[in-house]
C-alpha cells in the first residue's frame, strides 16, 4: 500500500517559468513532510520541509504548500533554472514515538527544465 | 557538515556471491537506514538500526540482512545475490528529522 504518492512521473517546463511537484498521502499520522532532489549517480539531497501545523514553508525559489484537510502537498519552484533539472521525492514521517527518524517516499517525479 | 559514505560507488557481482555493502556515518547519528532505488518505485526501506546492534525490517527486507556492531557503520548484506537484486542502494543516517544520504551504490548482478 503506496502511502505517499506522487502520481506524475515526469514534468517538464520552460526556464523562468514555475514548476509545481504534486505529493498525496493516505496515513493521518503523518506530521512531517520532506522533499528531496536527487541527481543522476549522486544520493538524495534535502530541498525543503514543513510541520503539520504550518500550510506553507518558502526557502528563496522554493516554497511547499501543505493541504491537510486533502492530505496533498505541493512544491513551488520559481523561477525553473536548468541546473534544477532532477527527480524529486516527497518524504514523510510521524513523529515522535518510535518512529526512529523513519521516512516513507514517494516514487518521485523527474523534472527537466528546458533552457 | 555531515558526511556518509559508502564503500563502493559501483559493484558488479554474480549471481549466488554473498555481497557486502559498508555505510560510514560521521555525526553520531542513532538511526540509520537502507533503501534501494529502482525507477517508478521510488525509494523502498529495506532494514533501518536505531542503535548499536539493533535493528528493524522496513518494508522489502527479503534477501538481505545487516549488521550494526559500531554506532557509526551500517553494513547491509546480500547473502545470495540473485539478478532482481541489481538496483542502486542508498545509505542515509538521521537526527529524527532530517535524513543525509549518501552517494550511493549501484550494484548489478550477472
Known amino acids: 500500500d503506496q502511502q505517499v504518492k506522487q502520481n506524475s512521473p515526469s514534468l517538464s517546463v520552460q526556464e523562468g517559468r514555475i514548476s509545481i511537484l504534486n505529493c498525496d498521502y493516505t496515513n493521518s499520522m503523518f506530521d512531517y513532510f520532506l522533499w528531496y532532489k536527487k541527481y543522476p549517480a549522486e544520493g538524495p539531497t534535502f530541498l525543503i520541509s514543513i510541520s503539520s501545523i504550518k500550510d506553507k514553508n518558502e526557502d528563496g525559489r522554493f516554497t511547499v504548500f501543505l493541504n491537510k484537510s486533502a492530505k496533498h502537498l505541493s512544491l513551488h519552484i520559481v523561477p525553473s533554472q536548468p541546473g534544477d533539472s532532477a527527480v524529486y521525492f516527497c518524504a514523510a514521517k510521524a513523529l515522535g514515538g518510535t518512529s526512529y527518524g523513519k521516512l516513507t517516499f514517494g516514487q518521485g517525479t523527474i523534472l527537466t527544465v528546458h533552457p | 557538515d555531515v558526511k556518509v559514505t559508502q564503500s563502493s560507488r559501483y559493484l558488479v557481482k554474480r549471481t549466488g556471491e554473498k555481497v557486502f555493502l559498508e555505510c560510514v556515518q560521521d555525526?553520531?547519528?542513532?538511526?540509520m537506514f537502507w533503501y534501494r532505488q529502482d525507477p517508478g518505485l521510488g525509494l523502498r526501506l529495506i532494514y533501518f538500526s536505531y542503535d548499536v546492534k539493533m535493528k528493524e525490517k522496513g518494508d522489502i527486507p527479503e534477501g538481505y540482512s545487516v549488521s550494526r556492531e559500531k554506532k557509526e557503520r551500517f553494513s547491509l548484506i546480500l547473502e545470495s545475490a540473485s539478478t532482481n537484486q541489481t538496483s542502486m542502494y542508498l545509505c542515509?543516517?538521521?537526527?529524527?528529522?532530517?535524513?543525509?544520504f549518501g552517494p550511493g551504490t549501484r550494484l548489478t548482478v550477472t
Open positions: 555525526m553520531d547519528h542513532e538511526n
Open positions: 542515509a543516517s538521521s537526527d529524527s528529522y532530517e535524513q543525509y
